[in-house]
Structures are given as C-alpha cells and as structure tokens.
Nanobody
C-alpha cells in the first residue's frame, strides 16, 4: 500500500502563488505516476497534472502555463507549484499515486482558496 501526506494549501489573493507538497511512503516501487486532482463545489473532479516514472508531465488546459508539477525522488515527494492563481482555481486538491487507476492511492485533500 501507499500512504500520502499533503501540505501547502491555504488562502491567497488572485495573482498569488502556492506550492502543494505530497509525500509518499509504503510500496513506492508500485508507483508508475503521480498526479493532482481538484474538485470544486458543484463541479466534476478534474485531473490537473501528472508526472510519470519516466518524468513526462501533462497538464489540464485550464492550468497550463501557470502550474508546474515536479518531484524529488530522494524524498518520495511530488510538488505542485501554482502561480498566477485565479478564483476559479479554488477547490480541494487531492494527491494521487497512479492517478486514473481504480487501484490507485489518494490523499485526503487540501483546500486552496483564491480570493478576488
């Protein structure tokens, strides 16, 4: 099994920045990708960004150019750097090991709120 511990959420003004962190432990060998989802009230869950074991990254169109996903393999940690934040970025952000897999692992979520 994989355990995920998230940190870094909070309240910021539009145009500001936050960095989310997700530390993984457990069966690290089983992780082939890491990613971040977000879900806002009344909206469907959205896959924001992914990074594969090989280092390939992918982003939702809504965040491309503003968000950057990265990893520190020595620390088993993945980051989401969020710049130029907009009120529509307000959501609960979830870290995931093996995103889009029904057998993947998930964090409990961290709230990001962007004020106008």
């Amino acid at each position: 099994q994989v355990q995920l511990v998230e940190s870094g959420g909070g309240l910021v003004q539009a145009g500001g920045s936050l960095r989310l962190s997700c530390a993984a432990s457990g069966s690290i060998f089983s992780i082939y990708a890491m990613g971040w989802y977000r879900q806002a009230p009344g909206k469907q869950r959205e896959l924001v960004a992914t990074i594969t074991r090989g280092g390939s990254t992918n982003y939702a169109d809504s965040v491309k150019g503003r968000f950057t996903i990265s990893r520190d393999n020595a620390k088993n940690t993945v980051y989401l750097q969020m710049n130029s934040l907009k009120p529509e970025d307000t959501a609960v952000y979830y870290c995931s090991a093996n995103p889009q897999s029904p057998f993947g692992s998930w964090g409990q979520g961290t709230q990001v709120t962007v004020s106008s």
